[in-house]
């Protein structure tokens, strides 16, 4: 049995409300164990038997018939988190700017992000933390002006693509690390 974070975009955002009980009610009837909600933002540890690309098709086809909206999400191992938060540069916390973690499903869109963002005026300051993974900054209180995070928010990467702060993904690493150590 593995551990698993899965990373959820655009719930509780836009419309879309999911109480965290009535998600972790929903994926019981999965094949899914341990699973755990973390701070009301679509993140969520469990364990299963599944491969990667089978827990991400179970999970989204869970969300979509019991929320009724095209869900998308973002499955990584455990291990996976571990190493990806080991290896940003960037600070956890800097009074004047904040980490960021754009995870993606899809390579490619992932790369057309990056190339993206190193083309907007004045530059993106972003590193390549894998396939899956790049790590931004943002000038603290001023994320969702950012330019990165206007390009990172079209429609074209809605399905590949998710951001969250390096804090949050301490916590999932963390939880999913717990998970880990029970399971195991």
Not at 37 to 59: I, M, Q
Request: proline share 4%; net charge neutral.
């Amino acid at each position: 049995m593995a551990s698993y974070a899965v990373f959820l975009r655009g719930i509780n955002v836009g419309g879309i409300t999911i109480k965290m009980a009535d998600l972790k009610d929903a994926l019981k009837a999965g094949p899914f164990t341990g699973v755990k909600t973390l701070l009301a933002s679509g993140n969520v540890v469990l364990a299963s038997e599944l491969e990667p690309a089978a827990v991400k098709k179970e999970f989204e086809t869970t969300l979509r018939k019991a929320f009724g909206y095209d869900a998308w999400v973002v499955v990584l191992t455990s291990d996976r988190v571990s190493e990806l938060v080991a290896a940003c540069r960037y600070p956890a916390d800097d009074k004047s700017t904040h980490t960021y973690l754009t995870l993606a499903s899809d390579t490619a869109a992932l790369d057309e992000l990056f190339s993206a963002a190193e083309a907007l005026d004045g530059g993106v300051e972003q590193d390549r933390l894998g396939p899956e993974a790049m790590a931004w900054l943002a000038p603290a209180g001023g994320t969702l002006e950012s330019p990165f995070s206007k390009l990172s928010a079209k429609p074209k990467y809605k399905a590949s693509t998710t951001t969250r702060n390096l804090r949050t993904m301490i916590k999932v690493r963390d939880a999913a690390a717990a998970l880990e150590t029970a399971a195991g």
